[in-house]
């Protein structure tokens, strides 16, 4: 994951497609995750939005949550993220709807 995020989030990163093959579940994990570590997301909010695209398995939301716990943690492994607290970006439920409506618009 931190190698994920070191792709998405250095200095001078270029833009990423992100995608597994139905574009829920894995995607979903590796989306929640960079929400928490560099946006600031609580675990909740990151998990809500990857549940609300169809994310669903077990084994991902517990990885999200696991994720989520080691930011809390902060050590040496996580090379510097998250890059704001956890929590100190709280999602809106206009940005919810915005995102929501964005992803239906794209696949439909």
């Not at 050590?75 to 993220?81: A, F, R, S, T, V």
């Not at 709280?90 to 915005?98: G, H, P, Q, V, Y």
Request: glycine share 12%.
């Amino acid at each position: 994951m931190i190698e994920f995020l070191q792709v998405l989030a250095e200095p001078g990163a270029s833009r990423t497609y992100l995608h597994c093959e139905a574009g829920k579940g894995r995607t979903g994990v590796m989306a929640a995750c960079y929400r928490m570590a560099v946006m600031g997301w609580s675990s909740q909010d990151a998990q809500l939005e990857a549940v609300n695209f169809g994310c669903s398995t077990a084994d991902q939301l517990g990885f999200i949550q696991d994720f989520g716990r080691k930011l809390l943690q902060a050590g040496p492994e996580l090379h510097g993220y998250p890059c704001e607290p956890l929590g100190s970006h709280s999602l809106t439920a206009s940005e919810r709807d915005e995102t929501i409506a964005k992803a239906a618009a794209a696949s439909g």
